[in-house]
């Protein structure tokens, strides 16, 4: 595939001579468009598929930051390189503001301008990576092995089997001959067709979640979920501790001790028994069974059950950034499910006393911060109430719980943002508020019965 070049220059003989003298072929590229008009560079950028626009800085009709700044705001992946005969700092300190690649004076260099197609090259080409690489954390998600496969055979990472890491944390270090793809957050994953060193992760103060064995293809999701889960370590310990904790072990929830006690205790609605079973999740040989998956699982197999709780969807958590945003470590968890099951039969806030401007402050508060880390908890804050209460305000006035509510408005300008921009679908996730991206995908899919990807093919039709 080549990339499409428009060249607008008020002087016919400027573009004629890049024309001729630029190499072209040499980056892939080929000249499309040529214009002395800036309104005509309007429409041909708006209106045709352009990669690279070498635009002068003077045109009639619309300058060169007139287009930038058009570009800009209508999210056109098309980069930018100014050609101006001025040079003044204030022009190209608004090219910058606009995303310009680059800001050349002339007469031009042609070996400056050919840097500067490297450079757009470069962008262009990373934007490229990024939307393979959502297709291939969909394919991971639907557990698509050919689609996983084919990616993977791309980025030369081509084997039977896959060795599986994770690191939670602003971890800068590369880790060599490895795939790192984010899927949230300060969290990323990374695949090697090498086994890891484990030498190479001592030190970090970030931390690491390690598959303890190479797997194939069918079994990578699996892999990638539990090794997330192992990063989690210090929610269920209370800490971070000073260096890197290296975890390798996950067991999953059900085949704990306390799991069958647990779940009957649930079903049959015995509260007492409940709270005893949460307080012996405190003590260490029951409590080093359990990882942060499971500490999820048990929370939400209580509130779950509306016999126990009445506004059960709102305690419901999703993701671990949920969990770790709600809660500090897992004893703090176990006692908030406590004093939940506790107060579950006497809870009985002044119904009639509620005042509809709690719910316009609610509205407010999550309609601005949808796109950030909001909890239930942090609204009743702004308002200053008991969340249970702001539980039951919402749906008595909205006709639709406070999670259900959130995630339908997440979803709603992620769908905006994936048919009207050529945002990654990764940053559109953490721009909508998803931190997990694979919890964004799933919900999408759920919501929209498409990918993200392919709801964004359907929207260009």
């Known amino acids: 595939m080549k990339y499409k070049v428009l060249l607008a220059d008020d002087e016919p003989s400027i573009t004629e001579s890049m024309k001729v003298n630029i190499p072209w072929e040499k980056y892939d590229m080929e000249v499309l468009y040529t214009t002395t008009s800036g309104m005509e560079a309007k429409d041909i950028l708006l209106n045709k598929d352009v990669d690279i626009a070498i635009l002068d800085i003077r045109m009639p009709g619309y300058s060169g930051l007139e287009l930038s700044k058009i570009c800009f705001t209508n999210d056109l992946k098309t980069k930018i390189i100014i050609v101006s005969g001025y040079a003044e700092f204030s022009y190209a300190q608004k090219a910058i503001s606009y995303d310009v690649v680059g800001y050349l004076l002339k007469p031009v260099e042609y070996e400056e301008l050919e840097v500067q197609l490297l450079k ?33 055979n791309d980025q030369g990472f081509d084997s039977y089997t896959y060795y599986i890491a994770s690191i939670y944390g602003e971890c800068n270090k590369t880790i060599p001959d490895t795939l790192a ?14 086994e890891y060193d484990k030498n190479w992760f001592v030190g970090l103060k970030e931390a690491v979640g390690l598959y303890p064995f190479d797997v ?28 890197s904790s290296i975890n390798t072990t996950y067991i999953d929830f059900h085949k704990t001790r306390l799991y069958n006690s647990i779940n009957s205790a649930i079903n049959f609605n015995e509260k007492e028994k409940l709270i005893m079973l949460l307080n012996k999740l405190r003590e260490p040989e029951y409590r080093n069974e359990l990882n942060i998956n499971s500490a999820m699982k048990l929370n939400n197999m209580l509130v779950s059950n509306t016999q126990l709780f009445v506004n059960s969807q709102d305690y419901y958590v999703y993701n671990y950034k949920q969990l770790t945003h709600d809660y500090a470590s897992f004893d703090n968890l176990l006692d908030n499910l406590i004093q939940l099951l506790d107060n579950a039969s006497s809870d009985n806030e002044e ?59 997440r979803i709603t300008n992620a769908k905006k943002m994936i048919s009207t921009t050529n945002t990654s679908i990764n940053e559109i996730a953490a721009e909508t508020g998803f931190n997990d991206y ?19 093919e359907e929207c260009a039709s």
Do not use: W
């Open 216 to 243: 194939n293809l069918a079994s990578m999701r699996k892999a990638i979920y539990e090794c997330m889960a192992m990063c989690y370590s210090h929610f269920m310990t209370g800490g971070l501790g000073d260096e």
């Open 120 to 152: 757009a090259q470069r962008a262009l080409s990373d934007s490229e990576i990024r939307d393979s690489s959502s297709e291939f954390m969909s394919a991971i998600e639907e557990n698509n092995i050919e689609k996983m496969r084919e990616y993977l």
């Open 438 to 456: 694979f919890y964004f995908l799933k919900t999408f899919k759920k919501m929209t019965g498409k990918t993200p990807s392919e709801y964004r």
């Open 181 to 194: 793809l984010s899927v949230g957050t300060n969290q990323s994953i990374y695949i090697s067709t090498k």
């Open 351 to 409: 119904d009639n006393a509620f005042n509809n401007t709690y719910f316009l402050k609610i509205m407010k508060y999550i309609n601005t911060y949808y796109n950030e880390n909001i909890t239930l908890k942090d609204v009743a804050a702004v308002v200053n109430l008991n969340p249970n209460y702001v539980s039951q305000i919402f749906k008595k006035n909205a006709g639709t719980t406070f999670s259900h509510y959130l995630i339908n408005l």
